[in-house]
């Protein structure tokens, strides 16, 4: 039976990929948003917002497969919490959903983790939802992508002096390419958590802040600062990387190359 797919944060970064991926292999879907719009070529709309479970139960009615993709800096446990509960209900037969490499290795303990990495802690939780949900799922942990890694840079070069997080190193990755395999397991079977998703070279945050300054064609001091606590020690050894998993094809160099050129 084909129903349609639903995707929330379908009109996101990540999202408008999976969407655009599916619809070219003729899936119908369904987006959740807390920003409804009018239907166009074979995606509908419907209000909702995660963070109160406001609409979940109207989104998953009638749907088989859901690709879990809404998240923020904070609460993507209670926004998990909230459709996974609501998917459960409706009796959803999959769900896929996006987390963050790092997610299981990261220690969030005292407040100086929390308000720095608390957005990995939840990431962690919401996938122990997903998992309990009694939901058949798919879990993708994937790298930062290169427009998150951009748009950090690109804020850190605003000011007169870039400050780095010193000793702390990234993976980026094309948001297209985590796209692409989402959507194979999204029409595919569940299969639990999958083997991680990086990009296709580790970079050092300084190292990303000096390609962009030099492609932008400004020069400013790069000031490399340790962040405290255990989960800024736990992403200086690599938590946040997975160099045996580095798939991604793109390189930052050429996604640099690609958006300066916009
Ligand atoms: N960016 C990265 O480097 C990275 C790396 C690994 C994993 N991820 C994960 O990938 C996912 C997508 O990231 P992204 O960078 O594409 O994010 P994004 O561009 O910031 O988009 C966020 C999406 O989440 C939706 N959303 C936010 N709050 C919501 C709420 N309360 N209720 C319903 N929808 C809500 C937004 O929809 P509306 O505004 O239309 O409501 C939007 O579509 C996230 O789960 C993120 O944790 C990201």
Known sequence: MNTPILVTGGTGTLGRYVVGRLREKGSEIRVLTRTPRPPADGVTYVAGDLA????????????????????????DDVKARHLMAAAARAGAEHVVYISVVGADRTPVKSAIDRAMFGYVAAKRAAEEIVAASGVPYSTLRATQFHELAFQAVAAMAKLP???????????????????????????????????DMGGPRIHSFAGLARSYLRATGRRRPIVSVPAPGAAARAFRAGANLTPEHAVGHQTWEDFLTQRLAI
């Open 52 to 75: 109160t479970g406001d609409g979940a139960a109207a989104a998953v009615e009638g749907i088989g497969t859901i690709v879990h993709l809404a998240g923020t800096q904070k609460g």
């Open 161 to 195: 002096v870039v400050f780095a997080p010193g000793g702390t190193s990234m993976q980026p990755i094309a948001a297209d390419e985590v796209a692409a395999r989402l959507v194979e397991l999204a029409l595919g079977e569940p299969q639990g958590l999958v083997a």
